[in-house]
């Protein structure tokens, strides 16, 4: 590994050195390049981005931050919506079949992330492996990956990171806008649409928004058609509003209603076959057992211009309902979780170099059980937290700094938690080819109700789990150096992380039994992770584009023995390469037309939760992706775009690291243990947008 991290590396800074050496580029007059490396530019000199205190440029953001634009997330193809992220290096997915999906940040998921939609940070289950991100893909337009500690301005839980996630913009004064979608892949038979329609009438804005997809079986070529793994999605959101010179207020809604059946894995004794029961395999049909999930929000979002600055406010409600089912009319398991979130922060303008930053934040949280079966009690929570930051620009430097205290008080046991976290960075703009980025955090996460007071049979994860109520807050300490390179002909970026966590909590086993199931206890040590992010395109002429991405995390609890060493859920290191010619700009009839060729390569991974045989090595593997794209074109106005993107071209059968279904049953005919993930799929997407002038109504 270490040999081809250093084989990459010195590939990025030949590169990089060669393109310093072309003296064409001193005199290239950059404001008429069209060329995606100058969009690069624009994207660090223009793009703003809101994961750190207040609106800031990513050129001058310390924090590592990643952006996601509207058009990756078109063009991705993936059966959820954090797959349609997890190409990001530093970001992948915990999977539990083509439906069910949660993010990993630098090798940490679960409640050590925070996802923010709506303006709110999301409350459903974090905590559980087996369920996925209640969120509309089709509803988010960008997406911001803010990488490490960010317990700043988020508090507890964001220990890993933030994903941030932006709905559809506004339409301009005097605008109707929207659009109409729908895609189907070929693998899983999965069919969706998704309907829009949003306008701007004098300072009131409106919109809303419908979508619906459904999934069979998916298959493989080991395993065929997988039972268990088809899985339905419908989603409402609607936003009315007003735009005025003194600011905004907002009312949003939304619901999300999935119903995901439940990959069991079981084989038959003699054939090794999967246990189909009487459910056919392309059935758009739930099988049992499944599940019902139901998210339900409501947010009032506001902001105030101030004679200096802005006041911004913003309050929401939700409710999450987790449903499982073992036979279609017995509800074992009914967890609903009630969340109300607050936000009230000042920022002030830029005054003689200085910005500032200040606000309090929190949540109240009841849960109840409401089924036959319990895994945690229930529980009420109070969370708040204030902070401040303070941001200084001297010339081609940034500056930023800012402290954070927490309080939580939860009713089990009675037990209150306190922290105080901060972060210090800085950036330094050496000349419009090269960016140093320096930033040092300190995170914060208080123990979850599952590690604290867990008892009983966690069927997700086939083990009976017991809470740990003398758990204390885990505490890291994270450290980042980033570099960043752009050319006419190349830009590059490289990022190195350390992050030391006191306290991690984990789950070891206890030699007990209880209910037929292996007995787990929640306890914690202490962790390091660290790990490097690569990348460089090269794009010698304008329309061709030959990018790479490399990155990999070693995850460690120390003073542990070889069997409990590294942390489950480690990521594989990988490594990403993409082809990409763009046939035609301003075309007639077709425009923006690309065709592309990738590569995906997963290195082995060796570095696992061995005791217990909770995980098993994974070997490496590589996938073949294809894909085309274009605008069509009609009388000068856009009226479609049309996407069509193959993955796992060559129909490879391969596990994922990550992927919960790699511990099924073992196939006594092969030999092989758990399924499989998903063979060659073919993606077709349509997307016809429209726009109404007011006055042509």
């Given at each position: ?90 970001l992948d997915q915990i999977t539990t ?233 017995e509800c074992e398991l009914d967890f ?344 060659r799929n073919v993606t077709f997407k ?12």
């Amino acid at each position: 590994m270490k040999k081809r991290l250093l084989v990459a590396s010195v590939a990025t800074c030949l590169a990089m050195w060669a393109s310093a050496q072309n003296p064409q580029h001193e005199g290239d007059n950059h404001k008429n390049d069209t060329s995606d490396v100058f969009y690069r530019h624009l994207e660090l000199n223009e793009v703003v981005v809101t994961g750190v205190a207040g609106d800031t440029k990513l050129k001058n953001s310390t924090a590592p931050i990643a952006t996601i634009s509207t058009h990756e997330l078109r063009t991705a193809a993936a059966t959820n919506f954090v797959g349609a992220l997890a190409r990001q290096p530093g970001l992948d997915q915990i999977t539990t079949g083509s439906g069910i999906a949660k993010p990993i940040i630098r090798g940490l998921g679960f409640n050590r992330i925070v996802v923010m939609n709506d303006g709110v940070r999301q409350e459903g289950q974090q905590w559980g492996d087996e369920h996925g991100l209640e969120v509309d893909d089709k509803s988010v337009h960008t997406a911001e990956v803010l990488k490490g500690p960010a317990s700043l301005m988020y508090g507890s839980d964001a220990m890993a990171g933030v994903l941030i996630l932006h709905g559809t913009p506004a339409p301009v004064e005097g605008e109707i806008r929207g659009a109409v979608s729908g895609e189907y892949q070929t693998n899983n038979g999965l069919a969706g649409y998704s309907a829009n329609i949003g306008g701007n009438q004098n300072g009131f804005v409106w919109d809303g928004r419908v979508s619906q997809k459904w999934a069979h079986q998916y298959r493989n070529r080991y395993d065929g058609y997988v039972p268990g793994s088809q899985f339905r999605e419908r989603n409402g959101h609607l936003r009315l509003g007003l735009n005025k010179s003194w600011g905004h207020s907002h009312l949003i809604g939304s619901i999300f209603h999935q119903t995901p059946s439940i990959v069991e894995g079981e084989r038959d004794s003699v054939t090794g076959e999967l246990l189909r029961g009487d459910v056919a395999e392309k059935t758009y049909h739930k099988a049992t057992p499944f599940q019902q999930v139901r998210h339900y929000k409501a947010v009032w979002d506001n902001s105030v211009n101030l004679p200096h600055g802005w006041l911004k406010a913003v309050v929401g409600y939700q409710q999450n309902r987790r449903q499982e089912y073992e036979e279609a009319d017995e509800c074992e398991l009914d967890f609903r979780l009630q969340t109300i979130t607050y936000d009230v922060r000042y920022l002030s303008p830029e005054m003689s170099g200085w910005k500032l930053a200040a606000g309090a934040n929190g949540m109240r949280q009841q849960s109840e059980n409401l089924g036959e079966e319990t895994l945690i009690p229930a529980y009420k929570l109070f969370d708040i937290g204030t902070y401040a930051t303070a941001t200084r620009s001297l010339r081609n430097w940034t500056l930023n700094g800012g402290v954070r205290y927490d309080h939580r008080h939860l009713d089990f046991h009675s037990r209150n938690f306190g922290s105080l976290s901060g972060s210090l960075g800085a950036v330094w703009n050496v000349n419009k080819h090269w960016n140093v980025r320096l930033n040092a955090a300190r995170g914060y996460r208080a123990p979850n109700m599952s590690e604290l007071g867990s008892d009983g049979v966690h069927e997700g994860t086939l083990r009976y789990e017991l809470g740990n109520a003398a758990l204390k807050p885990e505490h890291s300490v994270q450290g980042d150096l980033g570099v960043d390179f752009m050319s006419r002909y190349v830009s590059a970026q490289a990022a190195l992380f350390v992050n030391r966590i006191d306290g991690y909590i984990f789950a070891e086993r206890l030699n007990e039994i209880r209910q037929g199931m292996r007995t787990y206890r929640y306890t914690q040590g202490d962790a390091r992770l660290m790990g490097a992010e690569l990348g460089v395109d090269i794009h010698p002429i304008h329309s061709l584009h030959f990018s790479n991405t490399f990155s990999f995390v070693s995850a460690r609890q120390l003073h542990q023995p070889a069997l409990t060493r590294y942390l489950p859920f480690t990521p594989a290191p990988r490594w990403t390469s993409e082809l990409k010619y763009e046939l035609t700009h301003d075309g007639r009839t077709l425009n923006n037309t690309y065709i592309a060729a990738g590569l995906k390569q997963y290195f082995a991974q060796h570095h696992y939760y061995k005791a217990d045989d909770t995980e098993t090595s994974t070997p490496a593997y590589m996938l073949l992706n294809v894909s085309a794209g274009t605008d069509l074109r009609l009388r000068g106005r856009k009226v479609a775009e049309l996407y069509v993107v193959a993955d796992n071209l060559l129909d490879k059968a391969y596990q994922s690291h990550l992927s919960r279904l790699k511990y099924g049953d073992v196939n006594v005919a092969t030999g092989r243990q758990g399924v499989y993930d998903m063979g060659r799929n073919v993606t077709f997407k349509l997307i016809i947008p429209f726009t109404v002038k007011a006055a042509e109504i």
